[in-house]
């Protein structure tokens, strides 16, 4: 009996601490909240009011004369443009790991980027034929059915080609290299997946075609760029956000 009682002690003690590694392996998504809400916007058929809490995966349609802010779970922003459907594929953040996924369909996408410490940290915008990774920085991308562009504000991305041609994938195609500043490369030019990632730095556009074509990074007018309202809107918004 002595024996029974023991194994079974010895069993209990085993299930509590697999639990416990269990427990400590599963990933839990951070919840997305809908922080700026103008018009009308839907997700899953019905429409988004202010206070929303999104929990991805979720793709979001915005409607026309309509805007949208969310506040993700590290305190980072986006923002979409009238006009733009988008899926917010994962927002994960855990100590000192961070993997925001977002893929923009078509439209247009502000992004205000925590800082974070750490090498596990992914901070990723994905429009149909390019990924662009962030840490720290400020930046928007415009996607249509003629070209995906990137414009930064603050800090730097890196852009990685995405061949429509193949499965659809978060992340496919992109691979960090070390690049000293924006790459001079005669362009557009259509190159193979493994031959670039673009570093684009403040105050440079990049465009990328869908056919793998993309032109050299430009500088492009600050001031003039500011006279956009959608710009100067996501301006006013950053600082009162303390961006």
Same mark, same amino acid.
Request: hydrophobic fraction near 40%; aromatic fraction near 12%.
């Given at each position: 009996?002595?024996?029974?009682? #023991? ?6 003690? $085993? ?10 392996? !599963? ?6 909240? &809908?922080?700026? $809400? ?5 997700s ?10 999104? #929990? +991805? /995966? ?14 993700? +779970?590290?305190? #980072? !922003? ?12 994962? *927002? ?20 205000? &980027? %925590? ?12 429009? +149909? ?6 840490? @720290?920085?400020?930046?928007? *991308? ?5 070209? #995906?562009?990137? $414009? ?10 995405? +061949?429509?041609?193949?499965?659809? %994938?978060?992340g ?9 500043g924006?790459?001079?490369?005669? @362009? ?11 570093? !684009? *730095?403040?105050?440079y556009?990049f465009?990328?075609?869908?056919? @793998?074509?993309?032109? &050299? /990074? ?26």
């Amino acid at each position: 009996m002595k024996l029974i009682k #023991s194994f079974f002690l010895v069993f209990c003690i $085993l299930v509590f601490f697999v639990s416990i590694v269990n427990a400590e392996e !599963v990933e839990v998504e951070g919840k997305v909240k &809908v922080n700026f $809400l103008q018009g009308k916007i839907f997700s899953k058929g019905k429409l988004l009011s202010l206070g929303d809490i999104l #929990s +991805p /995966p979720v793709e979001v349609e915005v409607d026309k004369d309509s805007r949208l802010e969310l506040l993700l +779970p590290d305190k #980072s !922003v986006l923002r979409f443009n009238e006009n733009t459907k988008f899926k917010l594929v994962k *927002a994960l953040v855990k100590e000192n790991k961070r993997e925001i996924k977002t893929d923009l369909i078509l439209g247009e996408c502000w992004a205000s &980027v %925590q800082k974070m410490i750490g090498d596990d940290n992914k901070f990723e915008i994905s429009s +149909p034929t390019a990924v662009a990774g962030v840490a @720290g920085t400020k930046y928007r *991308a415009i996607v249509n059915s003629d070209y #995906s562009k990137f $414009l930064v504000y603050d800090g730097k991305i890196k852009v990685g080609y995405r +061949p429509v041609s193949e499965k659809y %994938q978060v992340g496919k195609g992109f691979q960090a290299h070390r690049v000293q500043g924006p790459m001079r490369i005669a @362009g557009p030019k259509r190159v193979s997946v493994e031959e670039w990632t673009m570093i !684009v *730095a403040r105050g440079y556009e990049f465009v990328v075609y869908p056919d @793998g074509r993309f032109d &050299v /990074p430009k500088k492009f007018d600050l001031k003039q760029d500011s006279q956009d309202p959608w710009v100067q809107w996501n301006q006013q918004r950053d600082k009162q956000m303390g961006f």
